[in-house]
């Protein structure tokens, strides 16, 4: 039997298959976290340029050093959710390195080439991380509106769908500072290849604003709305960056860890719903 030639997207390798991450990448696991396995401490560069030149990453992404317990930031208090016994260990994912792994590799160079043949630096990729069988592409702000479009339009590429934009908010809850804890991130979809990744964009709260590309992919508007209602991203160039879930004169931004979790007045009701630390214990 002859070994298949030719890329993994002409042998329709399957989306999802197992690949290297920060949690297990094969006989390389403890050469791997040798290499760069150990949580970066923040804003130190986290990755060295790979084969394809990729560029490394300035220490957007946040370094898990502190044990999550409960939820909402309450402690002590009469709160019946449940949730105040969580005990859930700092994780974040190393960066990735070739190879890695399955049409990732493929993927990695497609864009390379696809860079440079616009003249983009490939700088504008901050980072590659692969973790649970998912590939990650950190980018440079300024830079989003031209790698969606790459992303889409390029023939080796084509990821013609944006099935999503969300927000992430990675503030310590403990207060500690955390380098850029605004996250944006796009999740898109090829339908040629059959093929799944995401981008992510970090941020600062002081300057939360990222080019919109809804004119690349119109699926974006009204998920670009609900991220700027929800984390207060500002979309420039959005044709009509207004709120959807919350009125149009509600302030701040609910899913902002700053932002309260009780005693807001509910609309139209006239009640107030009090914070979980004031709320009655049943036991």
């Given at each position: ?226 991220t700027w209602d929800m ?41 107030e719903i009090p914070p ?8």
């Amino acid at each position: 039997m002859t070994e298949p030639t030719g890329t993994s997207k002409d042998r329709e390798e399957r989306t999802g298959g197992e690949q290297s991450s920060a949690e297990a990448s094969g006989g390389a696991t403890a050469e791997q976290r040798a290499r760069g396995g150990e949580r970066p401490e923040a804003g130190e560069v986290e990755q060295a340029s790979d084969e394809a030149g990729l560029a490394p990453e300035g220490g957007t992404r946040p370094a898990a050093t502190r044990e999550r317990s409960g939820m909402f930031g309450v402690r002590g208090s009469g709160d019946t959710s449940g949730f105040g016994g969580l005990r859930l260990p700092g994780y974040a994912p190393a960066p990735a390195e070739r190879p890695y792994g399955g049409w990732f590799d493929d993927l990695a160079d497609d864009l390379a080439e696809a860079l440079d043949e616009r003249g983009i630096p490939r700088a504008a990729i901050e980072q590659i991380t692969v973790d649970r069988g998912e590939i990650t592409f950190y980018v440079a702000r300024e830079r989003v509106l031209e790698l969606a479009r790459i992303f889409r339009d390029d023939p080796n590429l084509r990821f013609e769908l944006c099935s999503s934009v969300s927000g992430v908010d990675y503030s310590a809850p403990d207060g500690a500072s955390v380098v850029k804890p605004m996250h944006v991130v796009y999740h898109l979809l090829s339908m040629t290849y059959r093929r799944r990744i995401r981008l992510e964009v970090a941020l600062d709260f002081a300057d939360p604003h990222v080019p919109s590309v809804v004119e690349v992919y119109p699926t974006a508007d009204w998920h670009e709305r609900e991220t700027w209602d929800m984390f207060g991203v500002v979309f420039d160039g959005h044709p009509a960056l207004t709120r959807i879930l919350m009125p149009d004169d509600w302030e701040g931004h609910p899913q902002r860890k700053s932002y309260p979790l009780g005693g807001i007045p509910v609309e139209y009701k006239g009640a107030e719903i009090p914070p979980p630390d004031q709320r009655r214990a049943y036991s």
